[in-house]
């Protein structure tokens, strides 16, 4: 068992490099987006700041009074792009909802992603996949619900005790919870989405109930697979984080820039192995479908004369 | 701008005057004036402090329901120069009920702990009562004690009574109250009040008007005022549950162990105007002392649980604000300070002064790099001086305490931390208490004059802005004009002179100008009594070869090497102030020039083998009252590092949104 299970685990990272041409893809689209809802930030920063020995606040370290002040001058030429960075991520999501019905195809398949082959799996699936969202967003909502109680507990433990300490510690605990249950579904939606492709499966709900059993029969199989990539994940951009935070010298722009976009390579990457090694999984562990009973005639006995019964010949001794 | 204020001064006060009924409390005008207290030449040999007022209480809390029953002397000597038969109190404690003043303030502008349209929460609220009031000579005058208004003519709000004697108290004589009272404190809130075991203490006994400027003056409680208050004596017994841990502002005297499971605990303290008191089981307590030029003072830091890794930072910071205040301002007098630290959701208890007791902020995981607890406990123990002997009116001029404060804390962080991360310093981000101010001021520059009465800002923010980092930021400024050594000079000299007293702001800018030796009446008028926006920028700059006609010396540079550079710098706010602009060359050569900003714009010229590299006004950034510092300098090569940082982090973050996103498909 745990030879198959490694198997998928690097099996799922060997199926992003072997496609790697997914990761890019969406590597680029997400930093062109980027670039594009920062770029009014930009055009209004330069002329503002980039001939003033003033910017040199930012340049030597990061002072964080400078950066206040110029965010409260008149034409806000520091505004927070919030509106338009919201407006492009959204666009991005919807492109990632449609571009799933390709990835998965192309892991569960293991073919190699041709731009035909690639979009006619993304339309196939783009609206089983919408329908997928709308499920599993109902799914969240008892956990929304959750968060509202684990937060209503987190005060009333906080205004009771007299320690800060017991609230901390619930918070902890119920955070870890939280974030397990939203894993959870988020690997049940996944092998949902892997039925669809891989069995061609039109109805979701259908497709979330074969999802759901698969999943309770190999829980902690697929839960670990899933953590073990995500930890990978969170490990490696925390230590850049902390790089880029404590290691980088303040006018290292280049250098953050590539640094930061590491990160965020690493997390796409991460994030296609973990659905590469669900899809590997699926391959290996998919429940032998019986086909369904095929109709047959049943064959034909030719009829028996009903003539004179045939004459009763007693044995011989 | 000052006639127009004092107009508005005095318009107020006969408005209010109308309103309240009340002549007695006419609003004192600001402006210069004459000693408003006659000391007795044995007592100025003797005391600190003309001692106008001598309190005994004798308070019990209940732990349980946060009330406290007590008894209240109060020995008052007229040194008002006047027979005086009516006085008034405060009773601090009934801002906390829905309809009082302060409540309607914070329910429109809000406070520091409340937001406007903030809801009335009925924990909150607080009470005092007085249930006895005898006079000596009068006796019982319960019956004729009469809530007034005199800022407002709210009825709803019950902070200042006035009670009337049988017979007036002559010039030199006293006259002995006594006043039996009681509190409910209300769930932390200003300052004051409990959170689960913790009692926070605070403006919680009537206490009488200052008799100021030929009028008493005794404001009720606003939401963005603090208090005023005679110098005097407190004698001060305090009965709590025997595992009670208390701080109080001044020295215990005695511990008595009672056989109801309670303690009273015995405290005097002299020279001071308010006492102030804590309790919670649950305190940790941590001593040490500094060894000041007056004898050791003892330091007593009370630990809420979880918060013990801050307390050696209170420690460490309280030693060295006491050393640089003794040595730049002026010694410290006592021999105590009690450092409050509230529990976690208590903390609109903590950030407060009162006499020899302060309250400071952290939580149990305050990183280092955030200075918040040191910021504080400074900012707080500052307040011994600008509060606590320089006793301003905190209703009228809140600058002078807060601001003058406020800037304080800047030289002293500034001092202990360095300069430019003395509020924050993470390797990724710094902030230095400079900036932290100038940030403040920023925020509403121009709503308020430093020199309006507290309860009149627009609102709570502007308040703040102003009174805070505005003051700082002008005294900061200010050490442009008059060098840095001066003005510490000058305040050390307003404090040597005003301490013990009640002080005005013209009073603090009479000092300013005798020490300096130069009249500032130009500056003061426009940073302290106006709104002027100060933004000076420098609107072109650029190089052209004199003969730009003749094609033949253009490229690549003139024959003659000859390049007239033209700056112009231009004054976009209302405020005046001479400022220094620096013009440096590709040769290496530099002008300097002094502009007096008097007029919208100046142009210089210049014509020389050289192109210009750069020009910059006030290079050293030390007029921190300019709103914008980026127009401040051209540079002629662009530079797009700090564009490019920018975009790093907003690319980052953009990025990350969408992949947050993008997880729910």
Not at chain 2, 44 to 63: E, F, G, N, P, Q
Not at chain 2, 229 to 248: H, L, M, R, S, Y
Not at chain 2, 431 to 443: D, M, V
Not at chain 2, 481 to 497: A, K, P, S, W
């Amino acid at each position: 068992m745990a030879r198959s299970e490694d198997g998928t685990f690097f099996g799922g990272a060997g199926l992003v490099w072997k496609w790697q041409r997914l990761l890019w893809w969406i590597f680029a689209i997400n930093v062109i987006f980027a670039f594009f809802a920062t770029q009014g930030m930009v055009d209004r920063l330069t002329p503002a700041i980039s001939h003033s020995a003033e910017s040199q606040a930012f340049v030597h370290g990061f002072d964080v009074s400078q950066m206040v002040s110029l965010m409260g001058q008149p034409d806000s030429p520091l505004e927070f792009q919030a509106p338009t960075v919201t407006h492009f991520s959204v666009v991005f999501m919807i492109l990632m909802l449609f571009f799933t019905g390709g990835i998965v195809a192309a892991y569960v398949r293991d073919e190699r992603p041709t731009a035909t082959t690639f979009f006619e799996a993304c339309g196939h699936h783009f609206w089983r996949f919408l329908r997928l969202l709308l499920y599993m967003l109902i799914v969240f909502l008892p956990i929304g619900g959750l968060v509202a109680f684990a937060s209503h507990m987190y005060d009333k433990i906080d205004d009771k005790s007299i320690s800060p300490f017991p609230a901390v510690q619930f918070f902890v605990a119920s955070a870890v919870v939280i974030l397990l249950l939203m894993v959870i579904v988020r690997i049940w939606f996944d092998m949902a989405q892997v039925i669809a492709v891989a069995e061609d499966e039109k109805r979701m709900h259908k497709a979330l109930r074969l999802a759901f059993g698969l999943f309770r029969r190999n829980f902690f199989s697929l839960l670990w697979l899933y953590l073990r990539v995500s930890i990978i994940a969170v490990v490696i951009v925390g230590l850049c984080l902390r790089l880029w935070m404590l290691g980088l010298k303040p006018e290292s722009t280049v250098a953050a820039f590539l640094l930061s976009q590491f990160m965020l390579l690493i997390w796409i990457a991460t994030r296609l192995w973990q659905r590469a090694s669900e899809a590997i999984w699926y391959r290996q562990n998919a429940p032998v479908v019986s086909p369904e009973p095929v109709w047959t005639p049943p064959p034909v006995i030719a009829p028996i004369a009903m003539g004179e019964p045939e004459p009763y010949i007693p044995p011989t001794t | 701008m000052r006639f127009r204020f004092a107009f508005a001064v005095a318009a107020a006060c006969a408005v209010f005057s109308v309103v309240s009924g009340a002549p007695l409390f006419a609003q004192a005008p600001p402006g210069p004036i004459a000693p408003h207290v006659v000391a007795t030449a044995d007592e100025s040999k003797t005391t600190l402090s003309v001692r106008v007022v001598a309190y005994t209480i004798d308070a019990k809390l209940d732990a349980t329901k946060h009330t406290i029953a007590a008894t209240e002397t109060l020995t008052y000597k007229n040194l008002t120069g006047k027979p005086q038969q009516t006085f008034p109190f405060h009773l601090y404690l009934n801002a906390f009920q829905p309809q009082s003043t302060f409540e309607t303030e914070v329910r429109r502008s809000g406070t520091r702990g409340a937001g406007p349209n903030s809801e009335w929460e009925p924990k909150h609220f607080g009470s005092i009562t007085v249930d006895k009031f005898e006079a000596d000579g009068s006796g019982d005058l319960t019956s004729k004690m009469e809530f007034i208004q005199p800022d407002d003519g709210n009825t709803g709000d019950h902070t200042v009574f006035q009670v009337a004697l049988a017979k007036p108290v002559a010039p030199g004589d006293s006259v002995t109250f006594h006043l039996t009272f009681h509190d409910q404190l209300p769930e932390v809130v200003e300052r004051t009040g409990y959170k689960r075991d913790f009692d926070m203490v605070g403006q919680w006994f009537p206490k009488v008007g200052v008799w100021w400027h030929d009028a008493w003056n005794c404001h009720q409680f606003h939401a963005n005022t603090e208090f005023f208050a005679d110098f005097g004596t407190f004698d001060v017994k305090v009965t709590v549950p025997q595992n009670e841990i208390v701080g109080a502002g001044g020295d215990l005297v005695s511990t008595v162990q009672n056989s109801d499971g309670t303690k009273t605990l015995a405290y005097h303290s002299e020279d001071v105007h308010d006492f102030s008191w804590t309790a919670s089981p649950s305190f940790t307590v941590v001593e040490d002392s500094w060894a000041g030029p007056n004898g050791p003072v003892a330091m007593h830091v009370l630990m809420s649980p979880g918060n013990m890794p801050s307390a050696q930072r209170y420690i460490d910071v309280l030693k060295g604000t006491l050393r640089l205040f003794n040595e730049w301002y002026g010694p410290y007098p006592y021999d105590r300070i009690t450092v409050v630290d509230p529990p976690h959701g208590g903390q609109d208890a903590g950030g407060m002064e009162y006499p020899t007791l302060i309250t400071c902020g952290t939580n149990w995981n305050m990183p280092k790099g955030a200075l918040l607890p040191e910021i504080v406990t400074e900012h707080e123990f500052g307040h011994q001086y600008w509060y606590g002997m320089v006793a301003t009116n905190e209703f009228e001029e809140a600058w002078l305490d807060e601001g003058i404060n406020s800037y304080t804390e800047v030289k002293i962080m500034d001092e202990l931390y360095g300069k430019d991360h003395s509020a924050l310093n993470f390797p990724f981000a710094q902030l230095g208490e400079q900036g932290a101010q100038r940030i403040s001021y920023l925020s509403s520059p121009d709503s308020d004059p430093l020199s309006r009465f507290a309860w009149k800002f627009r609102n709570n923010n502007s308040y703040g802005a102003v009174t805070y980092g505005k003051t700082a930021t002008m005294l900061l400024t200010l050490e442009k004009v008059i060098g840095e050594d001066t003005l510490r000079q000058g305040i050390h000299t307003y404090f040597m002179r005003y301490r013990f007293t009640h002080p005005t702001g013209e009073d603090f800018i009479k000092t300013i100008e005798e020490v300096s030796g130069k009249d500032l009446h130009w500056y003061f008028n426009q940073a302290i009594y106006g709104t002027q926006v100060f933004d000076y920028e420098v609107d072109d700059a650029h190089s052209d070869p004199l003969k730009w006609w003749d094609t033949s010396m253009a490229h690549p540079k003139p024959a003659d090497g000859i390049y007239r550079t033209y700056v112009t710098v231009r004054r976009k706010g209302d405020f005046t102030f001479p400022v220094d602009l620096v013009v440096k060359f590709d040769d290496g050569s530099t002008a300097t020039e002094h502009w007096d900003g008097q007029d919208r714009w100046m142009r210089y010229q210049y014509d020389r083998k050289a192109e210009i590299v750069s020009a910059q006004i006030d290079p050293q950034n030390q007029i921190l009252l300019d709103k914008n510092f980026f127009n401040n300098s051209y540079n002629d090569k662009s530079d797009s590092t700090a564009v490019h940082k920018f975009r790093n982090l907003w690319v980052f973050a953009s990025e990350w949104l969408s992949q947050i996103l993008s997880w729910l498909t």
